[in-house]
T-cell receptor, first 113, second 113 residues
Framework: QKEVEQNSGPLSVPEGAIASLNCTYS??????FFWYRQYSGKSPELIMS????GDKEDGRFTAQLNKASQYVSLLIRDSQPSDSATYLC?????????????FGAGTRLTVKP | NAGVMQNPRHLVRRRGQEARLRCSPM?????VYWYRQLPEEGLKFMVY????????ESGMPKERFSAEFPKEGPSILRIQQVVRGDSAAYFC???????????FGPGTRLTVT
């Protein structure tokens, strides 16, 4: 079982719709959770971080975390063609003298005009 | 506040040559991470460094690869005797602390001919 799993997609939604991206993780010691957006040929860009159970909203983005189910999601409301990118879920595990950021393989999102 | 800087952005090397990739973290950040990304694949952790210390190099091949983050100057990822399989995008990320979000540089795209 992969440590951080995402559906590879592609996920296609029409412009204006809600895009829902999901991520599951295996390590119950995971403490911090991040969503990155990566356009083709570019570097990952941090768009959301979430540290506690529940929802966190930032503009059109909402991150949802459920530690009991080991599940984190990203909702994009009013999707725009410019949201078309690969979205990477990242999970941070803390050790006594180290930390370990683990990335999912990413979900490719296409927003069609 | 300048972001993470990497140079060169593109690097072409012949098989057997050495490649040196440089990374300057964001101002105030003392933690540096190197990742490798092959086309259409996810990010693979290579090494985590703090000033003058390698914290975790579990993702870095034991041969030909080395990394450093000196007291003064940028972090350097060094690949000796490059082979075609080393062709990839190499991303550097920095964070203000070990348990914090990471911010990525633009990457260095290495091509081995």
């Amino acid at each position: 079982q992969k440590e951080v799993e995402q559906n590879s997609g592609p996920l296609s939604v029409p412009e204006g719709a809600i895009a829902s991206l999901n991520c599951t993780y295996s390590d119950r010691g995971s403490q911090s959770f991040f969503w990155y957006r990566q356009y083709s040929g570019k570097s990952p860009e941090l768009i959301m971080s979430i540290y506690s159970n529940g929802d966190k909203e930032d503009g059109r983005f909402t991150a949802q975390l459920n530690k009991a189910s080991q599940y984190v999601s990203l909702l994009i409301r009013d999707s725009q063609p410019s949201d078309s990118a690969t979205y990477l879920c990242a999970v941070l595990v803390l050790w006594s003298n180290n930390n370990d950021m683990r990335f999912g393989a990413g979900t490719r999102l296409t927003v069609k005009p | 506040n300048a972001g993470v800087m990497q140079n060169p952005r593109h690097l072409v090397r012949r098989r057997g040559q050495e490649a040196r990739l440089r990374c300057s973290p964001m101002k105030g950040h003392s933690h540096v991470y190197w990742y490798r990304q092959l086309p259409e694949e996810g990010l693979k952790f290579m090494v985590y460094l703090q000033k003058e210390n390698i914290i975790d190099e579990s993702g870095m091949p034991k041969e030909r690869f080395s990394a450093e983050f000196p007291k003064e100057g940028p972090s350097i990822l060094r690949i000796q005797q490059v082979v075609r399989g080393d062709s990839a995008a190499y991303f550097c990320a920095s964070s203000p602390g070990g348990a914090r979000e990471q911010y990525f540089g633009p990457g260095t795209r290495l091509t081995v001919t």
